[in-house]
């Protein structure tokens, strides 16, 4: 297997980027990442821990659930989830993160890369609150690096294609699936209570 394991060789791979995608990385997010971010429902938030280990998780809500205090900071709220709370153990140990939002109709994306703390403020938490709950932790984001992404990627993938989505029924639940996985109940059980846990434990 031929493999690239030098930097130097990686770039004479792939050659030089071109003048407009190296200047195109801002160092704050000006008036068009605000008006994206503002609109997106769903980012997906990178993270890693000491050791180098990697986790990539999806955070969704109604657009504009994060908050832009300035051009420099970010407020994503934590909701409710299954407390494995894996993002947040890497950044207490390292606090880089990635974010990519993406807003339902559009082939763009927005990168943000920066650093997180984790925040329990009560009273800045209450300006991300939703259905009148205040969440007990936020991550506040300091913005180093800010890029929109070309469609590529998601022309590609047809990602908003309404042809592209699959019948539902022909892809195991996720009850089935833990049940396959995991065993200890039945579908039946294992589907109700997934049901039940989105009806009531989103916030």
Excluded at 2 to 15: E, S, V, W, Y
Excluded at 79 to 91: A, E
Excluded at 105 to 125: F, S, W
Aim: aromatic share 6%; with cysteine.
């Amino acid at each position: 297997m031929n493999q690239i394991t030098d930097p130097a060789a990686l770039r004479a791979h792939f050659g030089e980027p071109s003048e407009r995608a190296v200047r195109k990385q801002l160092d704050r997010l000006d008036a068009h990442c605000r008006a994206f971010i503002a609109l997106s429902p769903f980012l997906v938030l990178a993270s890693a821990d000491g050791a180098g280990g990697v986790d990539a998780s999806p955070r969704g809500d109604a657009p504009g659930f994060v908050k832009i205090i300035d051009d420099h900071t970010l407020l994503l709220p934590d909701r409710p989830g299954n407390r494995r709370i894996d993002s947040l153990q890497n950044i207490v140990e390292h606090p880089g993160v990635g974010l990519i939002f993406f807003v339902p109709g559009i082939d763009e994306t927005v990168r943000v890369n920066g650093t997180a703390r984790i925040v329990t403020d009560a009273d800045l938490l209450a300006d991300v609150a939703a259905q009148g709950k205040i969440p007990t932790t936020g991550l506040l984001i300091t913005v180093a690096e800010a890029y929109y992404h070309c469609a590529k990627a998601l022309i590609r993938s047809k990602l908003w294609h309404p042809a592209t989505r699959i019948e539902r029924k022909s892809f195991p639940s996720l009850g089935q699936i833990l049940v396959d996985q995991l065993g200890g109940t039945t579908v039946a059980e294992a589907d109700a209570s997934l049901e039940e846990a989105y009806r009531t434990k989103l916030y």
